[in-house]
Structure formats: structure tokens, C-alpha cells
């Protein structure tokens, strides 16, 4: 039952998903406890080191430039301001940290040559450090590795039917090239996805086939609950009920045993009770912080209470996987080259949220 499968089909995981809750609830903590400690937890933190003004137009996110949200361009943090981000979490009991830019593709440059430099010089705290730059090549992957890259978080955010729905300004198959380029390096996978836009059971079903079928599972795998953001073309979408963030970490679980499931964005709407569900379920994973990004987030000193009343230890960085070497710019094997990457841009159009642009320019 608990083998870890590569070929797991969309209507297996429907039938798992499908399940009453206690018998889906007792499979999923039993797979759970033959591979993991149930009572720790990994703790990351989010930092922006780039925000808004980006060219996508995922239908979701606060900082796309074609939407009308609260969210207002910044240019790249500095290394220094980076690194103090990076202690401040370290002292908060946060293992790894997470640099998000907002940007379509990593371009070779100045800006890119300045993340390499945070990866080296957060590596160097003894903290794990991951990624989300959007999409890279082979030659970028080796770089960051070299730096001392942990994970690169790349989310195929739903399935491949509904993802045209959501996102129109890239395609899935470029998702997964991401994802193999970074497997070509030492750099673990963080990939997942959001539940709520709008999506049936049998997409999340079907990202679930995406995911749990590549070749390794992804190392990390985390389940957003959408946070309707005001100016979005989702923001009149409902929040998704616990039970549904439940049967999907659960389903997770499942068909994907060894990975590490992180509860991720959502969590403000979450009760504690709800939280600890989860965790039954076989999330071991959440990011903390009181800021995703551009969402709202639960304070991390009030995660920590939740983890005392819970009895949760947080993991201490590299008890899953060795720490990276980090590899000086001057000495590395991978030089810039310069690349001009054709990444896809599919037709189709996602409607740009006018109501939300007419009521700005009323506004102002
Ligand atoms: S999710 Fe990332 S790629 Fe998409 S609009 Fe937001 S910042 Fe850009």
C-alpha cells in the first residue's frame, strides 16, 4: 500500500480522495508515520527579494502588473538587507528560507549574479535556502547549485486541462522543463500547487498524477488554499473548506510518501484545530512569518505555541538532505552564457479584471 508508485492514475487518486474522511485519514497517518517523524515539522520562512511588477498574468497572484491590487513594485533587496531577513528567521526557528522575484524567467546579469551571492552568503548561515525566480535553464540550475542551492520551488500550481484557465502567458510543458533542468543538478524540488481557483476534484487529481509521476517525486510539495486577492481576476472566489485542504494534503500523503507536504498559503483562515488536522494527514511542512510574499500569513511566535500545545519539534536544516558546498563566483564551472531562452507564450488570454481597473481609476 505505502510503495512509492510513479504511475498512479487519475481515477485511483479520485477514489483515494473520494474516501470516507476517518478511513482516508487513517491511511494517510499510517503512510505518514512509516516515513516520517510525526512530530516534527519543517519550518520556512518567504522572503521577497523581488516584488510585483511582473509580466505573467496568473490569475491569482497580487503581483502580476496587469492586475490593479495593494501590491506595489520593488526592485531586488540587497545582499545585506537579504542576509538580515535571513538571521531574523534563523533566530525565530525557521530552517530554510525561501527567496521569491517575481519574474517570468531568470535572465543571465547583474540581478541574477546578486541572487547567487544572497543563496552563498544564506547557505554560508547554515540555513537551507530555496528559490522561486520562475523559470530557468540547465545552465542557470548548475549556477545556483554551485552557489549552494537547496530546493528550487517551481509550482505547477493545477492541472495541465485547467492550467490555461489560470495562467495564459506560459505553458505547462515549460513547468516540467524547469523542473527536469533543476533535476539535472543537486538541487531538490519544491513543486505543488493552489486548490480553490475554481478547479473540479478531478484537476487537483490531475496535478496530483503530474506530480507524483515524475521521476524522483518532488522533495517538497506544497498545497496552497487561495487567498482571493482584491484587483485579481480570482478574487471573487470563495475560500476553500478545510475539509477539501485536508482530503487534498491527505491524497497527497498518499501518492507521494517520502515527499515533505508543506501547508502553505490559507493558513490565516485556518483554526488551530484545523491546522492539527493537517498534520494528521501528513503535512510536515508550513511556511511561517507574517507575510507570504504580498498575503497575509499567521506571526511565527504563534506557530511556535501552536507547536508546544501540539508536542511538534521543528526540524533542525539539513536532517533530510546534506548541505550544498557553495562554490565562490571567481571558481565556478558554469559560466553565464548569456542565454536567450524561448519559453512559451500560449495564445489564449486570460481576461484582465476590469471591474477591478475601473474601480482604481475611480479612485485615483
Ligand atoms: S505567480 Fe509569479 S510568475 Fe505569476 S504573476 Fe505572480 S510573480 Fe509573476
Same mark, same amino acid.
Given at each position: ?39 516534527t515539522i519543517q519550518v520556512s520562512t518567504l522572503i521577497s527579494v523581488k516584488t510585483g511588477g511582473c509580466s505573467e ?53 547583474p540581478e541574477f549574479d546578486q541572487v547567487l551571492e544572497m543563496v552563498r552568503t544564506i547557505n554560508k548561515l547554515d ?97 496552497? +488554499?487561495?487567498?482571493?486577492?482584491? #484587483?485579481?481576476? &480570482? ?6 473548506? $478545510?475539509? =477539501?485542504?485536508? !482530503? *487534498? ?33 501528513? +503535512?510536515?511542512?508550513?511556511?511561517? #512569518?507574517?507575510? &507570504? ?6 506571526? $511565527?511566535? =504563534?506557530?511556535? !505555541? *501552536? ?50 481597473? $475601473? ?6
Amino acid at each position: 500500500m505505502s510503495e512509492i508508485r510513479h504511475n498512479w492514475t487519475k481515477d485511483e487518486i479520485l477514489r483515494i480522495y473520494n474516501k470516507p474522511l476517518m478511513d482516508l485519514l487513517y491511511e494517510a497517518a499510517t503512510i505518514h508515520r512509516k516515513y516520517h517523524d510525526p512530530n516534527t515539522i519543517q519550518v520556512s520562512t518567504l522572503i521577497s527579494v523581488k516584488t510585483g511588477g511582473c509580466s505573467e498574468d496568473c490569475g491569482y497572484c497580487a503581483q502580476a502588473a496587469r492586475y490593479h491590487t495593494h501590491v506595489e513594485a520593488e526592485g531586488l533587496l540587497t545582499v545585506p538587507q537579504v542576509k538580515a531577513q535571513a538571521l531574523r528567521a534563523k533566530s525565530a526557528g525557521s530552517s530554510r528560507v525561501c527567496m521569491g522575484a517575481a519574474w517570468r524567467n531568470v535572465k543571465d546579469g547583474p540581478e541574477f549574479d546578486q541572487v547567487l551571492e544572497m543563496v552563498r552568503t544564506i547557505n554560508k548561515l547554515d540555513m537551507e535556502v530555496c528559490c522561486t525566480l520562475g523559470m530557468i535553464t540547465e545552465n542557470q540550475a548548475q549556477r545556483l547549485s554551485e552557489a549552494g542551492l537547496y530546493a528550487y520551488n517551481h509550482n505547477l500550481d493545477t492541472s495541465e486541462e485547467y492550467y490555461k484557465e489560470v495562467i495564459s502567458t506560459r505553458g505547462y510543458e515549460d513547468r516540467l522543463q524547469t523542473i527536469e533542468n533543476v533535476r539535472k543538478t543537486n538541487i531538490t524540488v519544491c513543486s505543488g500547487g493552489i486548490i480553490g481557483m475554481g478547479e473540479s476534484v478531478e484537476d487537483r487529481a490531475s496535478m496530483l498524477v503530474s506530480l507524483s509521476t515524475l521521476y524522483p517525486q518532488p522533495e517538497s510539495v506544497p498545497i496552497n +488554499a487561495l487567498v482571493a486577492v482584491e #484587483g485579481t481576476p &480570482l478574487e471573487d472566489q470563495k475560500p476553500v473548506e $478545510i475539509w =477539501e485542504m485536508i !482530503r *487534498m494534503i491527505a491524497t497527497t500523503r498518499i501518492v507521494m510518501p517520502t515527499t515533505q507536504i508543506r501547508l502553505s498559503a490559507g493558513r490565516t483562515h485556518i483554526s488551530r484545530e484545523g491546522q492539527a488536522m493537517c498534520f494528521f494527514a501528513g +503535512a510536515n511542512s508550513i511556511f511561517a #512569518g507574517d507575510k &507570504l510574499l504580498t498575503t497575509p500569513n499567521p506571526d $511565527i511566535a =504563534e506557530d511556535m !505555541r *501552536m507547536f508546544e500545545i501540539l508536542g511538534m519539534r521543528p526540524q533542525k536544516p539539513f536532517e533530510t538532505h546534506p548541505q550544498p558546498q557553495t562554490i565562490e563566483a571567481e571558481d565556478s564551472q558554469y559560466p553565464s552564457l548569456g542565454e536567450k531562452p524561448k519559453w512559451s507564450r500560449p495564445s489564449h488570454k486570460i481576461e484582465r479584471n476590469e471591474k477591478a481597473r $475601473i474601480k482604481k481609476e475611480k479612485i485615483s
